[in-house]
C-alpha cells in the first residue's frame, strides 16, 4: 500500500473571520485571497511566514490542519464553517497541532500558546451577522468624550438593535460596515471596534450597545462613525471574540491595563461587575494612560466609580510641567499591590489599547515580578494557558 505524503495546510475559519482583509495585506507572496464569500489560503504559495497571524484581529487565522490532499481554493470559498482535522491513517495530528501551536507562539511574540477564555466565562455567540447580512443597527446617540481642545477625537457611540437578536459580552468586538468602495473598486473594509458596554445593554435591558471610538486622520470607517447622527443607519457584523471574556467568578480578581480607546472593554467589565455583584470580593484593579486628563475617555464618568469598585491608577504622557507617564510606570510604583495579585491563582490580566505598550507592560510584569521571586515568563504561559492573560492591541 502506497503511503499517502503528508502536508502541512494553513487555513481561515470562516465562522469567525470577520472579512477585514488585513491577513490579505500583510502576505508577503499573495498566499490569501477573497471571494464575496470567504477569505482563502493558496497552500502552493503559502510558506509558513506568519505574517498574517498577529495582525489577525479575531484569530480565524490560527487554524492548521495535516492533510494528504490539500483543501482547493474552490472548496475553501464554498465553507461555511472549518472542515475537522480528518483522522490519518499514517499518523494522528498531535505532532503537528504541536508544532502549528509553537508556531503560532512564535508569531504572537512568544507570549506563548492559543489564547484561551477564562473557564468560568459565559458562552459568547460570535458571527452571526455578515456583509451579505449585517445586522441594521439605529444610531441612538453620538458624543464626543474628550475636550473640544484635545487632540484625539473620541465618541461613545450607541448603537440599538432593534428587534435583531445581538447578544454580546463584555471584550466581545462588533465589525462597522463603511458604505462606499476603496480606490480599487472594493467594498470598503469591515472595522472592528470593541464593546463598552454590559451584557445587557448600554441601558440594562435594552437592545444596545455602546463602542468607544477614536477619529482617525485618514480613517474611511472611524470619519463615518464619528459623523453618524442620531437616527442613521449602521450595517454590523458580529460579534466577534471568544476569548477577551469576563471570568464570571466573584473571587476573581481582574488587573486591565490600557490606553486610549482600550479601555472600551473595561467600561464594560466594570459596568457589569457595578450592576450585577458590586459586593463581590475580587477586586478590579484598572491602569489607563492617556496624554492628559482632557484626552482620557469616560474621564469624568470614572471619577465618580467608587475606590470600593475599581481601583484607578491614571498615567498621563503630556501635562505640561509632569514627568512623562505611561501604565508600566505606573505598574512598576504599584508593584507591591501586583506582586501580590499576579501570585494569586483568581488573578486576571488583560491588556488593551496601543502595540507599543505590550512590551513595556511585560517588561514591567516581569521586573515586578523578579523582585517578589517570581518566575514572570513562566507565570505568564501558566496565565495564558489557564484562560487568565490576554492581550487586545492594534
Ligand atoms: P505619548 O504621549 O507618548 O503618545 P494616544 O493618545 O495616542 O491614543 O495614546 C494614549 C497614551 O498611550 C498616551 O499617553 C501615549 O503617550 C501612550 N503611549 C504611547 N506609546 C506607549 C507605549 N509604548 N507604552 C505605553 N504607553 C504608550
Redesign the pocket.
Known amino acids: 500500500m502506497t503511503t499517502l505524503a503528508l502536508i502541512k495546510q494553513h487555513l481561515i475559519d470562516p465562522e469567525i473571520c470577520i472579512r477585514c482583509n488585513t491577513c490579505e495585506e500583510s502576505c508577503p507572496v499573495d498566499a490569501i485571497s477573497h471571494d464575496a464569500n470567504n477569505y482563502v489560503v493558496d497552500v502552493t504559495k503559502c510558506q509558513f511566514c506568519l505574517a498574517c497571524v498577529p495582525p489577525c484581529p479575531t484569530g480565524a487565522i490560527d487554524n492548521w490542519r495535516q492533510v494528504t490532499i490539500p483543501y482547493t481554493l474552490e472548496e475553501q470559498f464554498s465553507w461555511t464553517d472549518l472542515p475537522k482535522q480528518q483522522e490519518l491513517a499514517n499518523g494522528g495530528p498531535e505532532a503537528f497541532e504541536d508544532e502549528a501551536e509553537s508556531l503560532i507562539a512564535e508569531a504572537h511574540d512568544g507570549t506563548g500558546g492559543k489564547p484561551v477564555a477564562p473557564y468560568t466565562a459565559s458562552r459568547p455567540s460570535v458571527n452571526l451577522y455578515n456583509r451579505d447580512k449585517p445586522a441594521i443597527a439605529t444610531v441612538r446617540g453620538n458624543y464626543r468624550l474628550t475636550a473640544e481642545d484635545a487632540?484625539?477625537d473620541i465618541h461613545h457611540i450607541i448603537l440599538d438593535f432593534g428587534d435583531q437578536a445581538f447578544p454580546v459580552l463584555e471584550g466581545q468586538s462588533i465589525g462597522i460596515v463603511p458604505p462606499g468602495v476603496n480606490e480599487t473598486g472594493e467594498p470598503n473594509h469591515i472595522r472592528l471596534y470593541s464593546i463598552a458596554s454590559p451584557r445587557h445593554g448600554e441601558r440594562p435591558n435594552h437592545n444596545n450597545l455602546a463602542l468607544t471610538l477614536?477619529r482617525e486622520a485618514s480613517g474611511i470607517c472611524s470619519n463615518y462613525m464619528c459623523g453618524l447622527k442620531k437616527g442613521d443607519k449602521v450595517e454590523v457584523t458580529g460579534p466577534f471574540g471568544a476569548t477577551f471574556l469576563m471570568p464570571n467568578d466573584p473571587m476573581a480578581n481582574i488587573v486591565m491595563i490600557c490606553?486610549?480607546?482600550g479601555a472600551a472593554p473595561f467600561r464594560g467589565f466594570t459596568e457589569w461587575k457595578r450592576r450585577i455583584m458590586p459586593n463581590a470580593p475580587g477586586r478590579l484593579v484598572l491602569f489607563f494612560?492617556?496624554?492628559r486628563p482632557e484626552?482620557l475617555p469616560y474621564f469624568g464618568p470614572l471619577q465618580s466609580v467608587p475606590d470600593s469598585l475599581l481601583t484607578k491608577f491614571f498615567?498621563?504622557?503630556?501635562v505640561p510641567g509632569q514627568p512623562?507617564t505611561?501604565?508600566?510606570d505606573l505598574m512598576r510604583r504599584e508593584s507591591a499591590l501586583l506582586s501580590d495579585l499576579v501570585g494569586s491563582k483568581a488573578t486576571h490580566v488583560y491588556i488593551c489599547?496601543?502595540k507599543?505598550?505590550e512590551?513595556?507592560?511585560d517588561a514591567a510584569f516581569d521586573d515586578i515580578c523578579r523582585g517578589a521571586g517570581i518566575n514572570w515568563a513562566k507565570l505568564r504561559k501558566d496565565m495564558r494557558e489557564t484562560g487568565r492573560y490576554h492581550v487586545e492591541t492594534y
Not at 315 to 318: I, K, L, M
Open positions: 487632540e484625539n477614536k490606553t486610549g480607546t494612560g492617556a496624554r484626552e498615567a498621563y504622557s503630556r512623562k505611561y501604565v508600566q489599547g496601543l507599543g505598550m512590551q513595556g507592560v
